[in-house]
């Protein structure tokens, strides 16, 4: 504890926010241990702590043997846009104020964004406290191409927004990054093979630094047949960018793919459409050529 104690004794001394200011900060995935020895001080040292789980903010203090002695108050999606006034006022007064989510970084698809504007529109210093997040762990243990990614958020809950939101990025250059719930990846994945193919590779990272971490990678179609058996945890999905399409494929090559999608149920001008997003190139113009064909 000697060790850590002087650690923390610096960090102290490197404080961004003496008094007066919002320091927003990473808190572990699932393992503690990734917590920083920043985040422990300012849990500790904090006049009020705004956390989106304040149970959770306690254990995960408890978990790192750290006292905290500040008020703690619960600043969760139902009611965060009115708990950013006070927090900056109390910024204002002197406070030095914490914001912390159950994992991960604050304002990245978890609370925390409204006191972030709030603060900066009143002129109120606001610092970050690095640390563990989902997004880069996840493109890091995916095995693909990540060197440039787009991150969506949580992906739609229905599924016509689904494949809107698949259709947005079937000509993606970037990998894709978003999270999804466990009791619905297996639909989501099925919609995504769809709209931008069977073969599209892809990764699930979930559990990420918990005991039951896993990644399991493959194409879309063999990721949506593993899901179909259930999922547990939370989900981070990583989406390979698309293949360079451009006058690679002609329409009159993909006018057999969309017969056979026709045939087996689906409505020609969606089908049409599925296919000319996947192989980047013109939905008119592969829709008249089937429809030429039939003529």
């Known amino acids: 504890m ?113 006191v972030v504007v709030a603060a900066h529109e009143a002129g109120v210093d606001v610092t970050c406290l690095p640390g563990p997040s989902a997004v880069p762990t996840a493109l890091a243990l995916s095995g693909l191409g990540v060197g440039h990614f787009t991150f969506l958020g949580f992906a739609p809950r229905k599924n016509g927004q689904r494949r809107t939101f698949f259709e947005s990025f079937a000509q993606e250059p970037r990998a894709v990054c978003f999270f999804e719930s466990p009791h619905r990846i297996a639909d989501t994945l099925a919609v995504g093979a769809q709209v931008l193919g069977e073969q599209r590779r892809a990764a699930v ?61 689906e409505r020609l001008k969606a089908a049409a459409g599925e296919v000319a997003a996947t192989h980047g190139v013109s939905k008119k113009a592969l829709y008249d050529a089937v429809v030429a064909l039939k003529q």
């Open 2 to 114: 000697g060790e850590i104690e002087g650690l923390l004794d610096r960090a102290r001394a490197k404080r961004p926010v003496e008094s007066g200011g919002i320091m927003i900060a990473a808190t572990p995935l699932g393992d503690p241990l990734d917590a920083s020895i920043r985040l422990m001080d300012a849990l500790r040292s904090a006049d009020i702590i705004a956390a989106e789980d304040t149970r959770r903010t306690r254990s995960l203090a408890d978990a790192l043997g750290v006292e905290i002695t500040g008020q703690v108050v619960s600043n969760f999606d139902h009611n965060e846009s009115e708990r950013a006034g006070w927090l900056v006022e109390q910024a204002q007064l002197g406070k030095r104020v914490l914001v912390v989510t159950d994992a991960g970084m604050p304002a990245v698809s978890d609370p925390g964004f409204p």
């Open 205 to 265: 990272c979930r559990e990420l630094t918990k005991t039951f971490e896993e990644v399991r990678r493959g194409t879309l179609d063999e990721l949506a047949e593993w899901a179909a058996g259930g999922v547990k945890g939370e989900i981070c999905v990583v989406i390979d960018a698309a293949a360079d399409a451009s006058g690679d494929v002609a329409v009159e090559d993909l006018v057999g793919e969309v017969q056979r999608r026709v045939a087996a149920g």
